[in-house]
């Protein structure tokens, strides 16, 4: 269960930079994961749910984009929809190819409030 | 919160030994910061903060901090992953009781609990550290780096590190080696590296163990090289059997020139 342990890191960073930023609360965090990047969507939600409770981002919205695979073939450089990392160029059939997008693991935003002195 | 390194770990640690110490601060987690919902401040703004940040940004610098030192000192560093009992202790043990004589070796080892795999090694001679990872699926650069720091390896060594049995999620886990060496046994099925595609498709190396064991198993050789070679064509595949020690000089010798190409670099 990976999903929990980057679950953790997620809230790490984000409490780290929401305490940097002077937040009184974190409302709303956005992701963007790679369907290549091996989080499985049921198992993170899972994982969400026990990993952020006691945390800034016990009551954060989360908004999560999972990015499609995108590869492109070593031999005919034709760019392709990659579902899985053994999909053969759907051009000339070749398996080598690079990986363009799908890897990602990223925190896009946190939305803060913040506290205002009067 | 490590001091040294500014990242967290869970729950891992160093297994203490003879002449080592722990790191009991290390020990630490839980998300335990409390806010209170602000009675006396009602003024509060909205602000949207972009970070655009990797979620392993940190373990990221780790590793490349751990690389930096095995390039310093020219060690060459494999991370060897596996399912849970595809044979990563028996292969060190039998490559480092075989090479003994060719190379200076320090063994890290992952596991979730005891230290049984570094026990087996350190019976062979070689200086071995375990690493416990609790409730943990994977090492990552930051136990490593702490476990690096107690070993101490010498300039021109070879270090193995054995991950924590586990097909998926130390793939994602950078941990500053040279090399990723991945081991199937054919106990596990010819589909192994289509099911578990990241561990293939990170590696260089493939290691097909027991093969002793093909007489009684219903497994497709040629059908397990074609599946991990679709997931990474790239990759170098051993078959062996750790118990009869056959296949065991291919391995040996792509070892060999890795480390002579490193170190004549
Ligand atoms: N028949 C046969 N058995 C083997 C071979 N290699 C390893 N084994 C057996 O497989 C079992 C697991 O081997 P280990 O070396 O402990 O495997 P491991 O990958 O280190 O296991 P974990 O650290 O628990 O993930 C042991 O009982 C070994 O004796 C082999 O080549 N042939
Ligand atoms: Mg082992
Ligand atoms: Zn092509």
Redesign the interface.
């Known amino acids: ?2 999903e929990l ?2 679950v ?6 984000a ?1 780290n ?2 305490q940097k ?1 002077g ?3 974190i ?1 709303e965090i956005e992701l963007a994961i790679g369907k ?3 989080i499985e969507p049921a198992a993170f939600d899972f994982a969400w749910k026990q990993g952020v409770k ?3 981002l016990e009551q954060a919205g989360r908004i999560t984009n999972y990015i499609d695979g995108k590869g492109r073939c070593n031999l005919c450089e034709t760019e392709f929809l990659m579902e ?3 999909q ?1 160029c759907p051009e000339c059939g070749e ?2 190819s690079e990986i363009l997008e799908g890897k990602e ?12 002195k ?1 | 919160m490590c001091i040294t390194c500014g ?2 770990t ?1 729950e891992a640690h160093i297994v203490k030994d003879d002449h080592g110490h722990n790191h009991p601060e290390h020990h630490h ?5 409390s ?1 209170s ?2 009675n006396d ?1 009602p ?16 373990n990221a610098l780790l590793a490349e901090r751990n690389r930096g030192y095995f390039d310093a000192k020219q060690i060459f560093a494999i991370n060897l992953v596996s399912s849970p009992g595809s044979g990563k202790t028996m292969l060190l043990e039998r490559t480092l009781n075989d090479l003994k004589e060719d190379f200076s070796f320090y063994v890290i080892e992952g596991d979730q609990q005891t230290s049984l795999d570094a026990d087996r090694i350190k019976a062979t001679g070689t200086k071995a550290i375990q690493i416990n990872t609790g409730k ?3 090492l990552d650069a930051h136990m490593v780096l702490h476990a690096v720091q107690q070993l101490k390896p010498e300039e021109n060594s070879v270090l193995f590190i054995e991950n924590v049995g586990n097909l ?2 130390p ?2 886990f950078d941990l500053g080696e040279n090399q990723r060496v991945v081991i199937m046994s054919v106990t596990e099925g010819d589909d192994k ?2 099911k578990y ?2 561990m293939f ?1 990170t590696s260089c190396a493939c290691i097909i163990n027991k093969t002793d064991l093909l007489p009684y198993v219903p497994f497709d050789m040629d059908k397990a090289v074609e ?1 991990a ?3 990474n ?2 990759l170098q595949i051993f078959q062996v059997s750790c118990t009869t020690g056959d296949g065991m000089d291919n391995w040996y010798h792509w070892l060999k020139e890795q480390v002579q190409r490193l170190q004549s670099a």
């Open positions: 269960m990976h342990s980057i953790l890191h997620i809230i790490d960073i409490e930079e929401a930023a937040a009184a609360t409302s290549l990047s091996t006691n945390s800034m899985t990392l053994h053969p398996f080598f693991l990223q925190i896009k935003s946190l939305r803060i409030e913040e506290k205002i009067n | 990242c967290g869970d987690h839980g998300h335990n910061h806010h919902h602000g401040h003024h509060v703004q909205d602000r949207l903060l972009h970070l655009e940040k990797d979620v392993l940004h940190e943990g699926c994977h998926v999620c793939s994602m590296p289509i595609p990241d498709h599946n070679k679709k997931v064509p790239k």
